[in-house]
C-alpha cells in the first residue's frame, strides 16, 4: 500500500463546481502539503501544514482552500474551479527530524484535474 | 517564484554514458535536494545536500554544491534507459521547499 494515498486520481469537472482532492498518508508524518504542476512550470506550493493546528499559505493560494482534519488527513478544495487550474496536483509529507530544516519529501501518485 | 533553475531544460544521452545536470539558486539556503518524476507520476528523492557540504554520493550519484556560487550539479554515472525521467532541483529555505522546472533526460539504448 502507498504511504501517501491521493483520491481521485482523475477528475474532469466544470468551470463553477466546488472540487474537492484529498489526501492520507500512513507514514506518521506532522508535515503535509500540496503542490501543484503545470508542463514547463515544475511544482509550485499552494498549501502547507506543520501539524493540525497549522495551516499556511504557499506560493500560489488564490482559488484553494485546505482543511486538515487529522495527522494523516490534509485535504484541498477548489470552491469555484476555472479552466487554468487544470495541473496535476500532488500531495506530500515530510517529516522535520532534528532542527527547523526541512527533510525529504514523500508525494503522492498525483490528481490529474481537468476543469472544462 | 521559482528557486532553483535547471540546466540544461533537456539531455539525451547514450546509455552507459554520464549525465550532469546543473542547478542555480538566487537565495540562501539550508540544504539542496533532487527528485526524479516518471512521466506525471509522483516525485521520488533521491539525494540531499546541507549548505555546508561540499559533494555527496549515493550509489551512481554524485551531487555538488557550491554556495559562493548559488548552485548544484548532479551526476549520473553509467546510465542506463531506466534513468529516463524528468529531474528537479529543490532549495530548501525556512522549512519551504522550492523546486525548479526540471530537466528531461533521456538515455537511449
Same mark, same amino acid.
Given at each position: 500500500?502507498?504511504?501517501?494515498?491521493?483520491?481521485?486520481?482523475?477528475?474532469?469537472?466544470?468551470?463553477?463546481?466546488?472540487?474537492?482532492?484529498?489526501?492520507?498518508?500512513?507514514?506518521?508524518?506532522?508535515?503535509?502539503?500540496?503542490?501543484?504542476?503545470?508542463?514547463?512550470?515544475?511544482?509550485?506550493?499552494?498549501?502547507?501544514?506543520?501539524?493540525?493546528?497549522?495551516?499556511?499559505?504557499?506560493?500560489?493560494?488564490?482559488?484553494?482552500?485546505?482543511?486538515?482534519?487529522?495527522?494523516?488527513?490534509?485535504?484541498?478544495?477548489?470552491?469555484?474551479?476555472?479552466?487554468?487550474?487544470?495541473?496535476?496536483?500532488?500531495?506530500?509529507?515530510?517529516?522535520?527530524?532534528?532542527?527547523?530544516?526541512?527533510?525529504?519529501?514523500?508525494?503522492?501518485?498525483?490528481?490529474?484535474?481537468?476543469?472544462? | 517564484?521559482?528557486?532553483g533553475e535547471?540546466d540544461?531544460?533537456?539531455?539525451?544521452?547514450?546509455?552507459?554514458?554520464?549525465?550532469t545536470m546543473n542547478c542555480s539558486y538566487k537565495t540562501s539556503i539550508?540544504n539542496l535536494?533532487w527528485?526524479?518524476?516518471?512521466?506525471?507520476?509522483?516525485?521520488?528523492?533521491?539525494?540531499?545536500i546541507r549548505s555546508n557540504e561540499r559533494e555527496k554520493?549515493?550509489?551512481?550519484?554524485r551531487v555538488t554544491l557550491d554556495t559562493s556560487k548559488k548552485s548544484s550539479s548532479l551526476l =549520473? /554515472?553509467? $546510465?542506463?534507459?531506466?534513468?529516463?525521467?524528468?529531474?528537479?532541483c529543490?532549495t530548501?529555505?525556512?522549512?519551504?521547499?522550492?523546486?525548479?522546472?526540471? =530537466? /528531461?533526460? $533521456?538515455?537511449?539504448?
Amino acid at each position: 500500500d502507498a504511504d501517501v494515498t491521493q483520491t481521485p486520481r482523475n477528475r474532469i469537472t466544470k468551470t463553477g463546481k466546488r472540487i474537492m482532492l484529498e489526501c492520507s498518508q500512513t507514514k506518521g508524518h506532522d508535515r503535509m502539503y500540496w503542490y501543484r504542476q503545470d508542463p514547463g512550470l515544475g511544482l509550485r506550493l499552494i498549501y502547507y501544514s506543520f501539524d493540525v493546528k497549522d495551516i499556511n499559505k504557499g506560493e500560489i493560494s488564490d482559488g484553494y482552500s485546505v482543511s486538515r482534519q487529522a495527522q494523516a488527513k490534509f485535504s484541498l478544495s477548489l470552491e469555484s474551479a476555472i479552466p487554468n487550474q487544470t495541473a496535476l496536483y500532488f500531495c506530500a509529507t515530510s517529516d522535520p527530524g532534528t532542527g527547523t530544516s526541512n527533510e525529504k519529501l514523500f508525494f503522492g501518485s498525483g490528481t490529474q484535474l481537468s476543469v472544462l | 517564484s521559482q528557486q532553483g533553475e535547471e540546466d540544461p531544460q533537456a539531455l539525451s544521452i547514450q546509455e552507459g554514458e554520464n549525465a550532469t545536470m546543473n542547478c542555480s539558486y538566487k537565495t540562501s539556503i539550508n540544504n539542496l535536494q533532487w527528485y526524479r518524476q516518471n512521466s506525471g507520476r509522483g516525485l521520488v528523492h533521491l539525494i540531499l545536500i546541507r549548505s555546508n557540504e561540499r559533494e555527496k554520493h549515493s550509489g551512481r550519484l554524485r551531487v555538488t554544491l557550491d554556495t559562493s556560487k548559488k548552485s548544484s550539479s548532479l551526476l =549520473i /554515472t553509467a $546510465s542506463r534507459a531506466a534513468d529516463t525521467a524528468s529531474y528537479f532541483c529543490a532549495t530548501d529555505l525556512n522549512s519551504k521547499l522550492t523546486f525548479g522546472k526540471g =530537466i /528531461t533526460l $533521456s538515455v537511449r539504448p
